[in-house]
């Protein structure tokens, strides 16, 4: 029906902007974060930069290679499953990381976003695909 159509459409959106959203959390709280890890850890500006790049170094590195794996997972499992699953991954990554930063633990923040990069990229594998299922024609490209 229509009516589920666009609810999946917003539902991706709504999920897509939360995890842009995780995503750039420490770049805009770069400044808030030295300060607050500077004074409970006690490490210099060089090595907060160092932890800080870090940060977004793994979650990148899965990223490499993962959603052309999980591109071909989507066709065995299906995208609903690997939806769910790697959601739950952004989800549980995201939770580590704050967990991490409450703790100031850069070993606590750095799995978590190892974690959020299992999931992330892939993550909008998976989403095309359902959007692939449910829109046609041009309405695809209004979709993606």
Known sequence: SDWARWAILWLTCGG???QFFAFDIPSA????????????THITGEAFEY???LLYSV??????????VLGLAVDRCGCQT????????????????????GLASWPAMLAGR????LGGE??????????FRWFRGREVAFAL
């Open 29 to 40: 709280l770069n400044e808030q974060m030295q300060a607050s890890l500077a004074a409970s």
């Open 82 to 101: 690997l939806i769910v699953s790697l959601g739950a991954l952004v989800v549980l990554g995201q939770i580590v990381f704050a967990m991490g930063y």
């Open 114 to 117: 190892a974690i959020f990069g």
């Open 122 to 131: 892939s993550l909008q594998v998976a989403q095309n695909c359902l959007l």
């Open 16 to 18: 897509l902007f939360g």
């Open 59 to 68: 979650y990148s590195v899965p990223n490499v290679v993962l959603p052309l």
């Open 51 to 53: 932890y800080f790049g």
